[in-house]
Each structure stands twice: as C-alpha cells, then as structure tokens.
C-alpha cells in the first residue's frame, strides 16, 4: 500500500519516471499551488446537518464521509482542511511549494439552505484574509460566494476585492443551475468590475443528472467531477455570455476537465449544427472563448501525455500547478513538474508566472 501522503508514490509513471532534468540547477522562481483547499469548523458543522437531513444531494452524501468522518483514516484529511497555520506551512516547507492560493473546499456553501449559505461564505472569506495577513508571502485566496443569492454575491464579490483576495471559486452547478443561465449576470458583472477571475472548481454531476454516475462510484473525481465540471464550462462558452466580458479569466483545474482533448471537434460539430440551425451562431468559434477567457491547472494530474496535449493545445501561458492539497498528494505533483521533461522557461511559467499574472500576484 502506497503511503496517500509520504514520499512512496508512484515512480513508474510517465514523466515522474524522467529524472535530471532540473535537479542540478537551483530553481530561480517560486513555486505557487493555486488549487489548495481549507474549511472551516463552522461550514464542517453545517454540512453535518445537511448529512444528517433528508434534503442531502445524493452524491455529496456519498463523499460526505471522506471530509468529515474523523475516523484514523481520514483525520489526516480532516486535520489538513482546517488548518490555515503552523501544520499548513510546515507541510508546504517540506514539499517546496512557495504559495498556496487557498480556497474553501467542495462543496462549500452550495449545499446550504441559502442565509446560512450567504453567511458562512462571508464568514470563511474573512477567515482566510486573516489567515492570509498572517502569512503574506506564503498564502493568497480565493473568496467563496453563494451563486443562487445573486444579489448578495455580487455585493459579497466586491467585498472580496476589499479583503484582497486574488479571485472567486465556486464548485460548479448550485442547485441543479448553472452560471450561464441569465439570472446571474450580477455575478459574472461584479467579477468584470473587479477583475478577479472565477475558479470553476469541480463537485459531483447536478442532482437532475447523477443517478447513471451513482453506480460504481462515476459520481466522484475520476470522471464524474470533470463530466460536471467540464458541462458547465460548456453551458458558459456556448451561451455567448463571455462577449460582453472581454477581460474575464475562468480557470479550470485537473488541466482544463477535457476540453483540451475534445476542442477540436467541439468546433467542428458546433460549425455543422450551426449549418443545420440546431445552434445560435456565436461571433467566435468555440475554441477561441476557451483560449482567449480560460487557463487550466495541473490539479490531480501528473501523467506527461495530458501535460503535453495542453501545451500543444493551448500554449505554456494557459497552464498553471496545482497540487491540490490536501486531497491529492502534492510530492507527486511537484516531483512530476520538476522532472517534467519541458523547458525550465515553461516550468517557470507552469509553476509562477502564470499564476502571477491570472490571479494578479505580485512577481
Ligand atoms: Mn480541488
């Protein structure tokens, strides 16, 4: 059995397995995790009255355990999400990594009835600037808002900005709606006005759709996540939504939830059924929304052909790490990035410029 957080990982893999190629060579440039989660004691209470309750989404009810059982298997997990100190810091000293740009775990808030939904977000944003003020050079954050109280999270958006927090997360859909429908264009305003971009982070497919993800666990990280994810990706370049916002960024982890390896027929199949008038035409092919408005991140994927498909597909300035911890296992990401056999000017890139630039950190 491999150790979920010690040094045994997998040396086998593609890439990991490609050793030498910045070993020698003292790195010159920070490396920065931008998909690194946390909870707070308040929001863990909260979820285990959802659990408890009739009204659970079946899916998170299913994970529910993984976050919050306090069993000798997951109290590493448990321990890890709540600590915004010591242990947090001590953890990224000993794997290298420079920053963490945290956010509020999967599924945050969206599982809440709607006023505790809005105040536990304001709550956990104020608790990470703090945590933030405690340890300037080594964290940044991402603020939590709840989508479906439009009005509160645009104003809870600006609050953000003024907190100094570098974007907004959420985790996909929120009550089965997704962020392209036209009731949320507070939201996507707010973020243009304050020029924070939007972390689309993963959670399991919507309650409308999930029950073919049920069986064999599909509903969770290994397909379901990205399945979800990736739709609602989707819903928000096709709705032509992302022309009145030229300067909106959305960054998509686990690199890009598939869209990478599917744009070119994204585009081909988009132009046909424009021809048969099945679809609205937009001003720009598909692709294009993806290049010019997303970047993707290295969250939970360190296998080398993925790596290089996003390079190819999107270029180095669209690619930043992630080691999204404390669920994945961030040696790993940092050792297959290292040894990534790529140039150290796009290691930089990957690891720090990037993310400089995307989140507005300062270099
Ligand atoms: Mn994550």
């Not at 997704?178 to 949320?184: A, G, V």
């Not at 509903?219 to 397909?223: H, I, K, L, S, V």
């Not at 270029?315 to 669209?318: F, S, T, V």
């Given at each position: 059995m491999v150790s979920r957080y010690g040094l045994g990982f997998d040396r086998a893999k593609p890439g990991a397995?490609?050793?030498?190629?910045?070993?020698e060579a003292p790195m010159t440039f920070r490396r920065i995790a931008v998909e690194e989660a946390f909870v707070t004691p308040e929001i863990v209470d909260e979820w285990r009255r959802v659990l408890g309750?009739?009204?659970?989404e079946i899916g998170f009810r299913r994970m529910g355990d993984s976050i919050l059982a306090e069993t000798p298997a997951n109290a590493s997990l448990h321990r890890r999400l709540l600590d915004l100190g010591t242990g947090r810091i001590a953890h990224m000293d000993a794997v290298g990594i420079d920053m963490q740009i945290l956010s509020l775990t999967a599924p945050g808030v969206q599982t809440l009835p709607s006023a505790k939904a809005v105040e536990l977000a304001s709550a956990s944003n104020d608790q990470l600037a703090a945590a933030i003020l405690a340890y300037p050079t080594r964290f940044a954050g991402l603020g939590a808002i709840f989508p479906l109280e439009c009005a509160a999270a645009a104003a809870e958006i600006h609050r953000i900005k003024g907190l100094g927090l570098h974007g907004v997360i959420v985790n996909s859909h929120t009550a089965d709606e997704?962020?392209?429908?036209?009731?949320?264009a507070p939201i996507w305003e707010a973020l243009a006005a304050c020029g924070l971009p939007l972390y689309l982070h993963p959670r399991e497919p919507s309650p409308s759709m999930i029950k073919p993800y049920l069986d064999y666990g599909l509903?969770?990280?290994?397909?379901g996540f990205a399945a979800e994810t990736g739709l609602h990706a989707m819903r928000i370049i096709m709705s032509g939504l992302l022309d009145s916002f030229p300067d909106l960024r959305i960054v998509l982890g686990h690199l890009g939830e598939g869209i990478p390896f599917w744009l070119d027929r994204i585009d081909n199949r988009y132009l046909l059924q424009v021809r048969i008038g099945a679809v609205k035409e937009l001003p720009r092919l598909p692709s294009a929304y993806f290049r010019e408005h997303f970047v993707v991140t290295t969250a939970g994927m360190t296998s080398l052909p993925p790596l290089h498909l996003c390079l190819e597909m999107l270029?180095?300035?669209?690619i930043l790490f992630a080691g999204d911890y404390p669920y994945e296992d961030d040696v790993e990401g940092v050792t297959f990035l290292d040894h990534a056999p790529i140039s150290d000017t796009v290691r930089q890139a990957i690891y720090q410029d990037n993310a400089c630039r995307v989140f507005g950190l300062a270099a």
């Open positions: 397995a490609i050793d030498g190629v910045c070993d309750g009739p009204d659970a997704y962020l392209d429908l036209p009731k949320f509903y969770f990280a290994g397909w270029g180095k300035d669209r």
